[in-house]
């Protein structure tokens, strides 16, 4: 089971998600323009060759609204409520949209779109039709549903509560938008705990703080430490994983290249020796382990867009196919989608995995790693 740890020194707030002894995620609290956050907006200039224009989402900052966005294009100095989409990236603007969603735990409400939906995740037909039929029978007048994943073990009445809420929740964000001016920040992106909380699968076995009140009623026990990373040795497991070559336990290791338009990785075998069977047994032994650790680093590191893999060589398909299934079964846990498109004529195993903000690299200093070398980059 999962441990949460939630620390804070200085007035900043950081949070690791550990799975025994295996780091699989840090973040921490920021202040700078996220996903999911709503602005009252006011439309800037109008790039038809681009067929997008730019938006005003406060003082200095503006956005890039598409289109294929938008609900009805807005006139130029015409407020518009947008949410972003994706965070600003390097010098790319925030990416926003007019098509609204607002997050639950076990539901996403779209108030401009009736359309009832279900996780992909959820592959199993007649559990994708059980909640399909149930977000039509909760969902509010002429809006729609996503069913997340976790709706799947919920009691109904239990997801149609949370509706309410969520509902409840957009009209009292109407009501604020209608007395704003344009442009401001109608509603912020929730708390990097309640965030935690709410997209993790499968909950916490425990959760291990240094605040004086844990802010969230849960299910599992809580426990107090002075400093909680320290019992989880957090620090020293994000300077080795946030490394360009990483080891894996068998003796072979990983480099990771990010580039502008995508991130490429590499497994060697280094000192791997291999294991009984011949080398096709060994080759996909370390292959297998060797994907593990990628999908643990590609959360961990948040790296988002294209990313290829250049797995060992193996000779079969069969080989193959048990690699990407190896793959396929590590990324199911991560609370970003990830989609894998297989092989390339080439060989390399080809992914996407959903921008969800920062990635962290290796090319500026990392406040938690000060004086190790250890760095962190915007991209």
């Known amino acids: 089971m999962k441990q949460l740890y939630v620390e804070q020194q200085n007035g900043k707030l950081s949070c690791a998600v550990m799975d025994g002894a295996s780091l699989l995620s840090w973040q921490e609290e920021s202040t700078a323009i996220q996903s999911e956050q709503i602005y009252l907006a006011r439309a800037d200039r109008a790039m038809k060759g681009m067929e997008a224009i730019f938006v005003r989402l406060t003082k200095d900052q503006n956005g890039f609204l598409p289109y294929s966005e938008c609900k009805e294009k807005p006139l130029s100095g015409q407020p518009v409520l ?26 996403i409400l779209t108030p401009f779109s009736n359309k009832i939906a279900v996780s992909s995740r959820i592959t199993d037909a007649e559990e994708v039709e059980r909640l399909r039929s149930l977000g039509k029978e909760i969902a509010p007048e002429n809006m729609g549903l996503i069913l997340r994943t976790e709706s799947t073990a919920a009691p109904p009445d239990e997801i149609k509560a949370e509706v309410q809420k969520l ?6 964000l109407c009501k604020k938008a209608a007395s704003a001016c344009a442009p401001c920040l109608i509603e912020e992106k929730e708390s990097l705990i309640s965030c935690i909380l709410r997209d993790e699968k499968g909950g916490f076995e425990k959760i291990i703080t240094n605040l004086s009140e844990f802010p969230f009623a849960v299910s599992c026990p809580v426990q107090y430490a002075d400093h909680p990373f320290s019992l989880a040795n957090v620090q020293r497991k994000l300077e080795k994983s946030l490394s360009r070559k990483v080891y894996l336990p068998c ?4 480099v990771i290249d990010p580039t502008e338009a995508m991130t490429v990785i590499d497994v060697n075998s280094g000192k791997f020796t291999g294991k009984k069977g011949g080398t096709e ?9 060797a994907a593990k650790e990628i999908a643990r680093l590609l959360r961990l590191r948040n790296i988002g867009g294209i990313i290829l893999i250049d797995f060992v060589d193996m000779q079969t398909e069969e080989s193959r196919a048990a690699v990407l ?9 991560d609370t970003a989608k990830t989609v894998l498109h297989g092989f390339t004529s080439l060989g390399l195993m080809e992914m996407t995995r959903k921008k969800t903000g920062s990635a962290l690299h290796t090319t500026s200093p990392c406040p938690h790693c000060k004086g190790t070398g250890l760095k962190e980059e915007f991209l």
């Open 167 to 172: 509902l409840d929740k957009w009209h009292a």
């Open 251 to 254: 003796g072979g290791y990983l």
């Open 82 to 107: 947008v949410q972003v989409k994706k965070p600003p990236i390097g010098e790319k603007l925030p990416y926003c949209t007019m098509d609204i969603s607002i997050a639950g735990h076990y539901a």
């Open 281 to 289: 047994s060994s080759f996909l032994s370390l292959n297998r382990e």
């Open 325 to 333: 299934e190896a793959m396929q079964n590590a990324c199911s846990t």
